[in-house]
Nanobody, 113 residues
Framework: QVQLVESGGGSVQPGGSLRLSCAAS????????IMWYRQVPDKERELVAS????????NYADSVKGRFTISRDSAKNTVYLQMNSLKPEDTAVYYC??????WGQGTQVTVSF
């Protein structure tokens, strides 16, 4: 199964920002919804945000509404997750995936002083 490639994670202080990137093939990018999930050890993956192929349908988890923004760049076949006002509870491995895909390596986001 085809995996997407996540990047952009890192360590940041509370209140800071990061932008995650999710690179896809043109076929996947043009035909499937793309979703961002996150996972912390010993917990189930949580759906953070999703964006439709047209970009007109966007959904967020309540925990990130007003702080995170998902977007897509058709020229680069890339979906972004802009994360602002980060909190320690946002610390997790973040994954992007499409409905027919498998989980990739993810990218670690750590929010701490």
């Amino acid at each position: 199964q085809v995996q997407l490639v996540e990047s952009g994670g890192g360590s940041v202080q509370p209140g800071g920002s990061l932008r995650l990137s999710c690179a896809a093939s043109r076929f996947i990018f043009s035909n499937y919804v793309i979703m961002w999930y996150r996972q912390v050890p010993d917990k189930e993956r949580e759906l953070v945000a999703s964006i439709s192929t047209s970009g007109s349908v966007i959904n967020y988890a309540d925990s990130v509404k007003g702080r995170f923004t998902i977007s897509r760049d058709s020229a680069k076949n890339t979906v972004y997750l802009q994360m602002n006002s980060l909190k320690p509870e946002d610390t997790a491995v973040y994954y992007c995936i499409w409905p027919g895909g498998s989980w990739g390596q993810g990218t670690q986001v750590t929010v701490s002083f």
